[in-house]
C-alpha cells in the first residue's frame, strides 16, 4: 500500500530474470530499487576479481614446489587401475598339455533317438531345420547330443542359418515368447528334453537370459543370424572357475561365468539346443569355427575320461505298442507307468501334444478343460493347434522316424476297423507291432504305484491345508495387531483433542496450579506405584510366558493329532482313482463301446501280449462290461425306423379325429346334425338291403327287413351308463349308444394319459425294434428323457403327472407300461 516507505528487494539472486512487480511499483520505489540493485551488482564483480586474483597467485605459488600425492589418493588410484586390468583380463586360461586318449571325431553327435519329432536333420545331421506348417511353427523343437561331459572345460557351438517367417495363425492369442527362438545349454540324460523346462537343465537364450527351473535372469548378450555361439562349460575341479558356464558371441565373451546350478553339479550334462522357426549349424569339433581370447578344446575333441557317450540302441526294428484297455479302469495310469519305465519310447497322442504345446509357451484359455483324457479339447485360440492340424502332421512324420512308439488311442484300439487303419500306416517291414491288452484285476506292480501315487497326493493336500491355516492365522494376528493399533490411534487423537479444548477454556492455569500444588504428594507417592508397576509388569510377563507354553502346547498336541499322513482302508481298495476328465465322453462311449473287441495276430499284430489277465478272462470281464453299459448306457446312434415314423403319424391323426368327434357331440347342433346325418346313411343303407333282397326274389325277407328297421326307430334309446362300462366290450368306441362316444366326458388329465399310454407303449416297442440287440431290449429308467425326445422330438415332462415316483405312474398306465427287473420300462 506504501512501497515508498519501505519496500526493499534483494535483487542480486534475480539479475537477468524479467520480474512483473517492479512495473506497478511507484516510481521514487522504482528508483530506489535500481539504485540498490546496482550497488549489488559492483559489489559482486569486485568479489569475483579479487578471488580470481587469489587463485592465480596460489596456483603459481603451487607450480614453484614438486608435485606431491596424498598417501590415500596414490593407494585409491592404484586399486581402481588394478580393477580395471582385471575386468579386461580373460577369465579363463589356455587350455593345458592333455596326453589321454580322446574320443573320435565322428562320435560326438546329435541324437536323433532323444529329440522331438519336428528335430529334422540335415547334411548328415550337422544341420537341424524344424517344420513351420499344420501349426508346428508354434512348437519348440529339441535334440540331445549322444555325449555327457562330466569333467574338463569343453565347449560346442551353434550359428544360425536362417530365421523363418511362417504364418502368424494367430498366434497372438495363446503364445507367450517370440517367434523365433534359440536356446543352448546342458540338460540330464532322461530328463525333458526341453531346456528351461525344470531344474534339470540350464541354458542360455537368444534374448539373453540364462534359464533354470523357474529362475530367468538377463546374464548374456543376445545373440542372432549368422553369429556363432559358443558355450563353454568348465567343470574342470582345477580352475578357479570350476562349475561355471559361460557364453561366447562370435569369439568374444557374452557372460560372465554362470555357477552351474546346485542340484547339476557333479552330474553328467549332455549339450542340448532348442529352437523354434530357425536352421540351426551344429558344431562339436574337433575344430572350432571362432576363435577364444584363450585356447579351448571343443567336445569333439575331449579326453575319454571326461566324458560319457550314450550307446545307441541296437538290435531289430523299432517297435509300435499299442495298449487295449477299457475307459476308466487304470488305461492311462498304465500308459504313464510304461513310459516311465520305457523312457526310450515316444508317445504318440492328444495329451501329449497338449503338453508339448505348454512347454513350448501356448497357454489355453479360460475354462478350456474339456473333452476326455482320450480326446482332450484345444483351446488357444490358434486354429491350426486348435483344429488338431498338428495331430495329422505328426502322424504323418512318425512312421518315417525309425523311433519306439506307443499310441494310446483308447477308443480306436478298442475297435478293429482303427487298428486297421493304424498298422496301415506303421508297416511291418519297417516296425514290429504289438499290442498289450490290460483288462480285469490288474498286477501287482501296477496297484502299489497306484497306492504310492495317491499318498502322495494326499500328503500334498495336507501339507497345503496346513500352509492354509497356518496362513489364515498369521492374517488374523496382522489383523488383530492393525485393530489395536487403531484403537490406540483413536485414543491418542481424543486425548490430545480434550487437551485442545481445555487450553482454550483456560483450563491449563489450573491444570498448572494443580501439578505444583500435587508435586509433594506425587513424590510420595511414587515408591509405592512404582512398587506396584513393577508388580503388575511382572504378573504381565508372567501371563504372557503361560500363554506362550498355552501356544506351544497347542500346537503340540495339533501336532500329534495330525500324525502320520495314512491312507484309508477305502482308498488302499482303490484300483482305478477318478480324473479330473473321463477317458472316454459319455456321448463317445456310448457310440461305440457296442463295437468293442480284443485284438488278434490275425489283423496283423507281430504280437499280443497279457498284461493282467489271460486273454480268456479278458475276453470274460470285456463282454460282462460291455453287458453292463449296454443296460445302463444310451444309444446315442440310435436313430426311429419306419414303421414308427408311420405309427406316430397314424397315432396322431387318429387322436385328432377322437377330439374333433368329443368336440361335435358337446355341441347341440353339430350333435342333431350328426344323429340326422347317421339316421339318413341308415335309411339308405336299408334300401340298398332291400333292393338286393327284391332282385334275389327274397321279397318276404326285405318286408321282414323293413318292419325291424320301423320297431328299432320306435324304440327309445336306452341311456348308457359310462361309470360301470366294460370298454372292453365296445364294439365303437365312436358310438356306445345315442351317438356317444366312449370319451365323451374326457378331460385334459384323461387325454393326457391316453396319450402317455399309447406313447410309452410305441416308443419301447420301437426301441427293442430298431436297435435290433437281443441283450438290450429296454433301457435304463434314467435315460426315459433322452429316448423320449429322440423319438418325439419332445421332452419328457414328469412333473405334469402329479407323483412323486415313476412307479405312482405305472400304477395309472400299468395296463399299457410295466417295470422289469432292474427298473427297466416294459411294453
Known amino acids: 500500500e506504501k512501497p515508498e516507505e519501505g519496500l526493499k528487494l534483494d535483487l542480486a539472486p534475480l539479475s537477468g530474470c524479467t520480474l512483473p512487480f517492479p512495473e506497478i511499483m511507484a516510481p521514487k520505489a522504482k528508483a530506489k530499487a535500481a539504485a540498490a540493485e546496482k550497488a549489488e551488482k559492483a559489489a559482486a564483480e569486485k568479489a569475483a576479481a579479487e578471488k580470481a586474483a587469489a587463485e592465480k597467485a596460489e596456483a603459481e605459488k603451487a607450480a614453484e614446489k614438486p608435485e606431491e600425492k596424498a598417501p590415500e589418493t596414490e593407494a585409491k588410484a592404484t586399486e581402481e587401475d588394478a580393477a580395471m586390468e582385471d575386468a579386461a583380463k580373460e577369465l579363463e586360461t589356455d587350455a593345458a598339455t592333455d596326453t589321454r586318449p580322446a574320443v573320435k571325431a565322428d562320435a560326438v553327435k546329435l541324437n536323433f533317438e532323444d529329440s522331438t519329432l519336428n528335430a529334422m536333420p540335415v547334411a548328415g545331421g550337422k544341420i537341424l531345420m524344424s517344420l513351420s506348417e499344420g501349426g508346428m511353427q508354434h512348437l519348440l523343437a529339441s535334440i540331445r547330443c549322444n555325449t555327457a561331459q562330466k569333467a574338463g572345460r569343453y565347449m560346442y557351438e551353434v550359428r544360425i542359418l536362417e530365421s523363418l517367417n511362417p504364418t502368424s495363425d494367430g498366434a497372438g492369442n495363446g503364445r507367450a515368447g517370440p517367434r523365433q527362438l534359440v536356446r543352448v545349454g546342458f540338460s540330464l540324460g532322461g530328463s525333458s528334453i526341453f531346456l528351461g523346462d525344470g531344474p534339470s537343465s540350464m541354458c542360455f537364450d537368444s534374448e539373453g537370459f540364462f534359464l533354470h527351473d523357474k529362475s530367468r535372469k538377463r546374464l548374456s548378450q543376445k545373440f542372432v543370424r549368422d553369429q556363432t555361439v559358443g558355450v563353454l562349460l568348465n567343470l574342470d575341479s582345477a580352475s578357479p572357475n570350476k562349475n561355471t558356464v559361460s557364453l561366447f558371441i ?22 542340448t539346443v532348442t529352437y523354434r522357426n530357425v536352421s540351426v549349424e551344429m558344431n562339436f569339433g574337433p575344430l572350432a569355427r571362432s576363435t577364444l581370447p584363450f585356447s579351448c578344446r571343443m567336445l569333439g575333441a575331449a579326453a575319454t575320461a ?16 499299442f495298449p487295449v484297455g477299457l475307459p476308466d479302469q487304470g488305461y492311462f495310469q498304465w500308459v504313464d507307468q510304461f513310459m516311465e519305465n520305457n523312457p526310450g519310447y515316444v508317445e504318440l497322442s492328444d495329451r501329449k501334444i497338449l503338453e508339448w504345446a505348454g512347454k513350448s509357451g501356448l497357454w489355453t ?6 473333452g476326455s483324457n482320450d480326446k482332450p479339447e484345444a483351446r488357444f485360440g490358434i486354429p491350426s493347434m486348435d483344429d488338431w492340424s498338428v495331430s495329422r502332421v505328426i502322424a504323418a512324420i512318425a512312421p518315417t522316424t525309425p523311433r519306439n512308439y506307443v499310441l494310446p488311442e483308447l477308443k480306436a484300439n478298442l475297435v478293429a476297423g482303427d487298428r486297421e487303419n493304424a498298422l496301415v500306416k506303421f508297416q511291418g517291414q519297417d516296425f514290429k507291432r504289438k499290442a498289450v491288452v490290460m483288462m480285469g484285476e490288474p498286477e501287482k506292480a501296477f496297484k502299489e504305484k497306484i497306492l504310492a501315487n495317491l499318498l502322495e497326493e494326499k500328503k500334498a493336500k495336507v501339507e497345503l491345508e496346513k500352509k492354509r491355516k497356518a496362513q489364515e492365522e498369521e492374517r488374523k494376528k496382522q489383523q488383530e495387531m492393525r485393530k489395536q493399533k487403531a484403537l490406540e490411534a483413536r485414543k491418542a487423537a481424543e486425548e490430545a483433542r480434550k487437551k485442545r479444548q481445555r487450553i482454550k477454556s483456560g483450563e491449563e492455569e489450573e491444570a498448572k496450579e494443580e501439578e505444583e500444588g500435587n508435586e509433594e504428594a506425587e513424590t510420595k507417592e511414587a515408591e509405592p506405584k512404582e512398587e506396584e508397576a513393577e508388580e503388575e509388569g511382572a504378573k504381565e510377563e508372567g501371563a504372557k510366558d503361560e500363554a506362550a507354553k498355552e501356544e506351544e502346547a497347542k500346537d503340540e498336541k495339533m501336532e500329534e493329532a495330525d500324525g502320520p499322513v495314512e491312507l484309508t482302508e477305502e482308498e488302499k481298495s482303490t484300483l482305478f482313482p477318478k480324473t479330473s476328465l473321463p477317458d472316454l465322453t459319455e456321448r463317445e462311449l456310448a457310440m461305440s463301446y457296442a463295437g468293442f473287441t480284443l485284438p488278434s495276430k490275425a489283423e496283423g499284430f507281430d504280437e499280443v501280449a497279457f498284461a493282467w489277465q489271460p486273454e480268456k478272462k479278458c475276453a470274460e470281464h470285456m463282454k460282462a462290461w460291455i453287458m453292463e453299459k449296454k443296460l445302463n448306457t444310451r444309444a446315442e446312434d440310435l436313430t426311429p425306423g419306419a414303421e414308427f415314423k408311420e405309427s406316430w403319424a397314424k397315432w396322431q391323426k387318429t387322436l385328432q379325429e377322437w377330439r374333433r368327434c368329443q368336440s361335435d357331440f358337446k355341441d347341440p347342433a353339430k350333435r342333431k346334425a350328426a344323429k340326422e346325418k347317421k339316421a339318413e346313411e341308415a335309411k339308405k343303407k336299408l334300401e340298398e338291403d332291400k333292393n338286393a333282397m327284391i332282385e334275389a326274389g327274397d321279397e318276404e325277407g326285405a318286408k321282414k327287413l323293413e318292419e325291424q328297421a320301423a320297431a328299432a326307430a320306435a324304440e327309445e334309446p336306452e341311456e348308457v351308463d359310462l361309470e360301470n362300462l366294460d370298454v372292453m366290450a365296445v364294439e365303437d368306441i365312436l358310438d356306445v349308444g345315442g351317438g356317444e362316444p366312449l370319451f365323451a366326458n374326457f378331460t385334459y ?15 419301447l416297442y420301437s426301441f427293442k425294434k430298431d436297435l435290433n440287440d437281443p441283450d438290450r431290449t429296454s433301457f435304463d429308467l434314467k435315460h426315459l428323457g433322452f429316448y423320449y425326445n429322440k423319438y418325439y422330438r419332445k421332452s419328457w415332462n414328469f412333473q405334469q403327472f402329479g407323483v412323486k415316483e415313476f412307479d405312482d405312474l405305472i400304477d395309472l398306465i400299468k395296463d399299457s407300461v410295466s417295470l422289469a427287473e432292474g427298473g427297466h420300462p416294459k411294453a
Open 250 to 271: 562370435n569369439g568374444t565373451r557374452a557372460s560372465d561365468p554362470v555357477p552351474v546350478p546346485e542340484n547339476l553339479v557333479g552330474q553328467p550334462l549332455f549339450p
Open 306 to 321: 571326461d566324458v560319457e557317450i550314450a550307446k545307441p540302441k541296437t538290435g531289430g526294428k523299432p517297435e509300435v505298442v
Open 365 to 370: 484359455q479360460r475354462g478350456a478343460a474339456g
Open 749 to 763: 388329465e384323461d387325454w393326457t394319459l391316453l396319450s402317455t399310454r399309447y406313447e410309452l407303449h410305441l416308443l
